[in-house]
């Protein structure tokens, strides 16, 4: 007999970009200072930042979020950020 199964095992939950995150390390006018803002609006930011300051910045969502079939993350530094803003939905009236 065959079991049933909704969804994959190891499917992450989707993720709420409108839920609130800090992003942190990052210039704002002449100093470095956390905003807080919507998940989806740090994720923008962090892409229009130079190189050196991506590599640098913090971002720390609400919550953990589970990307793909990982374990749930915290905290998403440098590069790390980059992974999560491949899941971007596509802007708004695009």
């Keep these: 007999m065959a079991e049933a199964t909704w969804g994959g095992a190891g499917d992450a939950p989707p993720i709420d970009w409108r839920m609130s995150a800090a992003l942190e390390d990052v210039p704002r006018g002449d100093e470095d200072v956390a905003e807080v803002t919507s998940l989806e609006g740090a994720v923008r930011t962090w892409l229009a930042l130079d190189s ?4 640098a910045a913090v971002l720390t969502p609400e919550h953990p979020l589970r ?3 990982g374990e749930p ?6 590069s790390a950020i980059g992974d999560l803003a491949a899941h971007l939905p596509a802007p708004a009236g695009r």
């Design 67 to 69: 990307l793909n079939e």
């Design 52 to 55: 050196a300051h991506q590599a």
């Design 73 to 78: 993350v915290g905290r998403f530094a440098g």
